[in-house]
Antibody
Framework: QVQLQQWGAGLLKPSETLSLTCAVYGGSFSGYYWNWIRQPPGKGLEWIGEISHSGDIQYNPSLKSRVAISLDTSKNQFFLNLTSVTAADTAMYYC??????????WGQGTLVTVSS | SSELTQDPAVSVALGQTVRVTCQGDSLRDYYATWYQQKPGQAPLLVVYGKNNRPSGIPDRFSGSSSGHTGSLTITGAQAEDEADYYCSYRDSRTNHWVFGGGTRLTVL
């Protein structure tokens, strides 16, 4: 059974860089788009960006200047970096698999808090 | 516009039928995908495409579309269906995902 497992630092100071990893276990990395989505406390879902197994990348225009998504196909992992974080970046961050137009697998979520 | 609009909250009596709607101009071209999110959990895909359910999703969940409105219908709502529901679509022109603001469903 395919699973996504994610991890990364949960507490950051303003201006630091958020770094998260999502690993794909039990299934193929190829043929899918791999996404990052976040959810501020008590609010809705916000798409951050995606990367294909071949490295095609798309970002939410509202975050594009600060975000970078990359992957390591040898480890079946993909990554999120978000620079210059502020309190507004405090959120639960999820990784998810896009299976031809629907997000059918989600990671467990990582709560990232930005506080001085 | 690529935005999706959902009612913030909907309630339904136990065992009754409820429709959760999602409006947006882009839904004339795309089917809405629906996710269920319970407190403290990651979203769960419940309906996608014209009216498809992943394995394990009860058949009381169904999707439909009319004009610029996508709908998620729960026929015979159960207590465990109480959750937030989000609609979304992937814009194939920009390869960007768009989410609605979410609907909190209360089962009375």
């Amino acid at each position: 059974q395919v699973q996504l497992q994610q991890w990364g630092a949960g507490l950051l100071k303003p201006s630091e860089t958020l770094s998260l990893t999502c690993a794909v276990y039990g299934g193929s990395f190829s043929g899918y788009y791999w996404n990052w989505i976040r959810q501020p406390p008590g609010k809705g879902l916000e798409w951050i960006g995606e990367i294909s197994h071949s490295g095609d990348i798309q970002y939410n225009p509202s975050l594009k200047s600060r975000v970078a998504i990359s992957l390591d196909t040898s480890k079946n992992q993909f990554f999120l970096n978000l620079t210059s974080v502020t309190a507004a970046d405090t959120a639960m961050y999820y990784c998810a698999r896009d299976n031809y137009g629907h997000l059918d697998l989600w990671g467990q979520g990582t709560l990232v808090t930005v506080s001085s | 516009s690529s935005e999706l609009t959902q009612d913030p909250a909907v309630s339904v009596a136990l065992g009754q039928t409820v429709r959760v709607t999602c409006q947006g101009d882009s839904l004339r071209d795309y089917y809405a995908t629906w996710y269920q999110q319970k407190p403290g959990q990651a979203p769960l895909l419940v309906v996608y495409g014209k009216n498809n359910r992943p394995s394990g999703i009860p058949d009381r969940f169904s999707g439909s579309s009319s004009g610029h409105t996508g709908s998620l219908t729960i026929t015979g709502a159960q207590a465990e269906d109480e959750a937030d529901y989000y609609c979304s679509y992937r814009d194939s022109r920009t390869n960007h995902w768009v989410f609605g603001g979410g609907t909190r469903l209360t089962v009375l």
